[in-house]
Nanobody, 121 residues
Framework: QVHLVESGGGLVQPGGSLRLSCAAS????????MGWYRQAPGKQRELVAF???????HVEDSVKGRFSISRDNSMNTVYLQMDNLKPEDTAVYYC???????????????WGQGTQVTVSS
């Protein structure tokens, strides 16, 4: 079992910045992927960015150049730095943890409880 604790959401004006953190604890797998999804009201949950213990980083085109993701493997923590925030970035942001299962090509996952990010003047 993996437990994810998110922090850093809140209300910010357009053009402002926020930094989200997600700390994983419990049965941590040596290889894993940690990242962020978001879900705006009335919309489907969408990928924002992820990073793996192997060093892979992916940031969706919709936020590339404004958001960056990083991780501290020693702390099992992933960060999402969000700059130049726009009203359309308003959403609940969810931490996501993915790990390989014994059957090749399959994975398991855990989700955080979500943190609200509101961009408004």
């Amino acid at each position: 079992q993996v437990h994810l604790v998110e922090s850093g959401g809140g209300l910010v004006q357009p053009g402002g910045s926020l930094r989200l953190s997600c700390a994983a604890s419990g049965s941590i797998f040596a290889f894993n992927s940690m990242g962020w999804y978001r879900q705006a009201p009335g919309k489907q949950r969408e990928l924002v960015a992820f990073t793996t213990t192997g060093g892979t980083i992916h940031v969706e085109d919709s936020v590339k150049g404004r958001f960056s993701i990083s991780r501290d493997n020693s702390m099992n923590t992933v960060y999402l730095q969000m700059d130049n925030l726009k009203p359309e970035d308003t959403a609940v942001y969810y931490c996501h943890y993915k790990y390989p299962l014994r059957t090749a090509g399959t994975t398991g996952e855990y989700w955080g409880q979500g943190t609200q990010v509101t961009v408004s003047s």
